[in-house]
C-alpha cells in the first residue's frame, strides 16, 4: 500500500517558498502534487497554515482551507480554482475567501500544508476555520501527509 505524500515542484521540504507565492508578492498558490492517495478516500482537504504565527498573532494563522477536492485531483496547479474541481473553499485568516500567502511580521515562519484523505464527503458548516474542517473529518480521515516550508519576513 503507497503511503500519502505531499510535495511540491518547487520546494522541498523543509526549504523556503519561493517569493512569488507570499501574500504581498503574486499571492498565488505554489503547485502541490499529491500521492499515494488511499483507495479508500472519496475526498480531499487541504489546510494551510502558520503554527509560527501564535506569537505575533495569538494563534495559528490559517492561509487556505480547501475540502470535498475529489481523491483524483491530485495535481494542485498554482493559482488554482478549487470551484473548478467541485471542490469548497473556506475564509482564510486575513478575512479573505481562497489563498492566502506567507507574510510574517517578525521573522521566518514554517508553513504546513496539510492534505487529509477522507474517506466520504465533508460538510464543516457555514464559513468554518480550520479547527471546523478538522472536527468534520474526525473519526473519517484515512491518511494524510505534511508539506513543510519557509518564508522570510
Do not use: C, Q
Not at 499529491?34 to 509560527?52: K, N, Q, S, W, Y
Not at 488554482?80 to 486575513?94: I, S
Amino acid at each position: 500500500m503507497a503511503t500519502l505524500t505531499l510535495t511540491s515542484p518547487e520546494f522541498d521540504d523543509g526549504e523556503r517558498i519561493p517569493d512569488r507565492y507570499g501574500y504581498e508578492a503574486a499571492n498565488v498558490n505554489p503547485p502541490l502534487e499529491i500521492d499515494g492517495v488511499p483507495d479508500d478516500a472519496e475526498t480531499l482537504a487541504l489546510i494551510v497554515d502558520d503554527p509560527d504565527a501564535v506569537e505575533p498573532a495569538g494563534k495559528v494563522w490559517d492561509h487556505w482551507l480547501v475540502w470535498n477536492v475529489p481523491a483524483e485531483e491530485t495535481t494542485i496547479p498554482v493559482d488554482w480554482n478549487p470551484d473548478d474541481a467541485g471542490a469548497e473553499e473556506g475564509t482564510n485568516d486575513y478575512g479573505e475567501p481562497g489563498y492566502g500567502g506567507p507574510n510574517p511580521p517578525d521573522r521566518e515562519h514554517t508553513y504546513r500544508f496539510t492534505v487529509f484523505a477522507v474517506a466520504d464527503a465533508i460538510d464543516p458548516g457555514t464559513d468554518p476555520d480550520a479547527d471546523d474542517l478538522r472536527d468534520a473529518m474526525e473519526g473519517r480521515t484515512v491518511a494524510k501527509a505534511t508539506l513543510e516550508g519557509t518564508y522570510p519576513a
